[in-house]
T-cell receptor, first 115, second 117 residues
Framework: DADVTQTPRNRITKTGKRIMLECSQT?????MYWYRQDPGLGLRLIYY???????NKGEISDGYSVSRQAQAKFSLSLESAIPNQTALYFC??????????????FGPGTRLTVL | AQTVTQSQPEMSVQEAETVTLSCTYDTSENNYYLFWYKQPPSRQMILVIR??????QNATENRFSVNFQKAAKSFSLKISDSQLGDTAMYFCAFMKLHPGSARQLTFGSGTQLTVLP
């Protein structure tokens, strides 16, 4: 089984709809991240969470919200989707301590299309 | 703010040969990590290699190695004995380790590598 899973893998929706993307991990990591990838660009950070009670905005948080339901679950919501939110969305996790600390491991991505 | 530049949008290499992907970065930080990730057509982001800035020794992982030049702010990836499965988009990424920082990755725009049979 994959360590970091994302659901759905693909989603097509209409402008104005509310969408939730979910991320679960079995790595036992405290830190979780949501990134967005647009064509021809690297990933950009939307939100991050260092633990269940610690949630922070990234560089492109406008139009998005998140929820950290448990250590293993971190959801991204688009309250009212718009076409320029069409992108590939990645969840990532990292550990706080240890030899591999701070290395981020990514889920398989969710391709979101807003019509 | 940190920036990461990958000046080679596309590269190709013959199977079994060696190829080097370039990456430069701009930062005023002294303590940071650098990474290479690959993204094959499956779109999964896969860690290739990691380098700690405080280490002078270049990181290696099997056929993958880096040439880390801290003063020049350069971090190139060398792939030896290229295989068809190495075909992917390769991203260079920077992470500053300033206390209280987000530990976010700042990515370059990527280099599409194609391994030719």
């Amino acid at each position: 089984d994959a360590d970091v899973t994302q659901t759905p893998r693909n989603r097509i929706t209409k402008t104005g709809k509310r969408i939730m993307l979910e991320c679960s991990q079995t790595k036992g990591h405290d830190r979780m991240y949501w990134y967005r990838q647009d064509p021809g660009l690297g990933l950009r950070l939307i939100y991050y969470s260092f633990d269940v009670k610690d949630i922070n905005k990234g560089e492109i948080s406008d139009g998005y919200s998140v929820s950290r339901q448990a250590q293993a679950k971190f959801s991204l919501s688009l309250e009212s989707a718009i076409p320029n939110q069409t992108a590939l969305y990645f969840c990532a996790t990292s550990d706080f301590l240890g030899i591999g600390a701070d290395t981020q491991y990514f889920g398989p991505g969710t391709r979101l299309t807003v019509l | 703010a940190q920036t990461v530049t990958q000046s080679q949008p596309e590269m190709s290499v013959q199977e079994a040969e060696t190829v080097t992907l370039s990456c430069t970065y701009d930062t005023s930080e002294n303590n940071y990590y650098l990474f290479w990730y690959k993204q094959p057509p499956s779109r999964q982001m896969i860690l290739v290699i990691r380098q700690e800035a405080y280490k002078q020794q270049n990181a290696t992982e099997n056929r993958f190695s880096v040439n880390f030049q801290k003063a020049a702010k350069s971090f190139s990836l060398k792939i030896s004995d290229s295989q068809l499965g190495d075909t992917a988009m390769y991203f260079c990424a920077f992470m500053k380790l300033h206390p209280g920082s987000a530990r976010q990755l700042t990515f370059g725009s990527g280099t599409q590598l194609t391994v030719l049979p």
